[in-house]
């Protein structure tokens, strides 16, 4: 059994079928569980495996911005979706190790670095390799979102010293292609294989709020908890919705259901970082609160994600007195 496995029998017995492996059938009881049940079996095995008051602080910097040729129905950066941002080339490695320093200083251990592709390009390789090294180097985790990744570019990555890589299955199997044509949840879990068998640390996770059900949540939960190792991290995006995007009228995730699939993630997944992700300039500090309590333990830092706001560094510093939360440290956090 790997880190990040953990057997079913942490999990009230009445709520254990027995083999390894999730069923959706297993997991829509526990999503179903009156909330107050929920919550506490979430926190209960959450406690088990880390400081309850830790959260583990990620920085995101977008290192190549706008013009992507994918069509996700929820993106900013699509050059399907008529959103009027401008599109910038790759950043050079100075800037982006100028940044990272900023995100060390302000107490992030692990710096996320995002580009705008279908997936890097041979030629762009050398200058992702030195954003390894260079972050590396500065004594933060790596972590990179470039898309899709065949085996070399992976083991490249892996060379380098790469920590994460973050390439999110974004919903269910079923709701997928109504968000995304141009790549299919395949080419998705094919990524991760080749990540996960460059020995790179997984981080996946989706988007809550685009329109589909909460059947879909769970099942979008189970596939996660059902790879073969779990990711060590898990995203759980809500949608931002973005102007001129596709899902900019998208009927917004109810709060409950945003944070029984942050429990259920905590349950089917002890082990992993959960990220209470894009979203929280929408959420109220009492929502996080109880996202938190159901499990969630990590964060996006600083005032933008990759092209949109997220709260300020004294939004969640106070969050984080009222709630006498405090950042996790580099060793707690691997
Ligand atoms: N291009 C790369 C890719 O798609 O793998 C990396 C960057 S992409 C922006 C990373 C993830 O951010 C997406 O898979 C999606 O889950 C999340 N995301 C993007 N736009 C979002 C939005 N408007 N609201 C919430 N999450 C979003
Ligand atoms: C993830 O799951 N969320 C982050 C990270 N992985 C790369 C990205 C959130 C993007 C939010 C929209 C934006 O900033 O454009
Ligand atoms: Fe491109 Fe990633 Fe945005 Fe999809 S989510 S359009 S792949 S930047």
């Known amino acids: 059994m790997s880190e990040a496995q953990v057997s079913k029998s942490e999990v009230s017995p009445s709520l254990v079928r027995g083999s390894e492996a999730w069923s959706v059938s297993e997991a829509k009881k ?3 569980l009156p909330f107050n049940d929920l919550l506490f079996q979430a926190q209960t095995i959450h406690r088990r495996h880390f400081d309850p008051n830790s959260v583990q602080l990620s920085r995101l910097l977008s290192i190549k911005t706008g013009g992507c040729p994918e069509d996700c129905g929820y993106c900013s950066q699509s050059v399907h979706n008529p959103t009027g941002l401008k599109a910038s080339k790759l950043m050079e490695v100075e800037r982006v190790l100028a940044e990272a320093r900023k995100a060390k200083a302000a107490g992030a251990t692990r710096y996320c670095m995002g580009a705008a592709w279908r997936g890097p390009k041979d030629r762009d390789m050398d200058v992702i390799v030195a954003m390894v ?3 590396r180097s500065l004594g933060m985790e790596t972590c990179m979102t470039l898309g899709m990744l065949s085996p070399l570019q992976a083991e490249k990555l892996a060379d380098a010293g790469l920590d994460y890589y973050n390439h999110n299955i974004d919903t269910s199997e079923r709701f997928y292609s109504e968000i995304i044509s ?6 998705r879990l094919e990524t991760l294989a080749n990540v996960r068998e460059a020995g790179i640390k997984v981080c996946a996770g989706g988007i809550l709020g685009m329109g589909e059900t909460t059947d879909d ?3 979008m939960l189970v596939t996660l908890a059902n790879l073969p190792v779990p990711p060590e991290s ?3 995006n809500m949608l931002i919705p973005i102007p001129g995007s596709k899902l900019e009228a998208a009927a917004p995730v109810d709060p409950i259901d945003f944070i029984r699939a942050i429990a259920l ?3 089917l997944m002890p082990m992993t970082h959960v990220r209470l992700s894009a979203g929280r300039n929408d959420m ?6 109880l996202c938190f309590f159901a499990g969630a333990n990590s964060i996006f830092v600083g005032d933008t994600l990759l092209t949109a706001d997220n709260p300020g560094e004294d939004h969640d510093a106070r969050l984080f007195r009222r709630l006498g939360l405090k950042p ?3 060793d707690a956090a691997e």
């Open 284 to 289: 109220s500090d009492e929502m996080q609160a």
């Open 265 to 267: 993630a905590r349950i």
């Open 234 to 236: 898990v995203p759980i």
């Open 133 to 135: 090294e260079g972050v």
């Open 217 to 219: 949540h769970i099942a």
């Open 30 to 32: 526990i999503y179903n």
């Open 182 to 187: 141009t790549r299919t949840f395949a080419d």
């Open 328 to 330: 996790m440290a580099l």
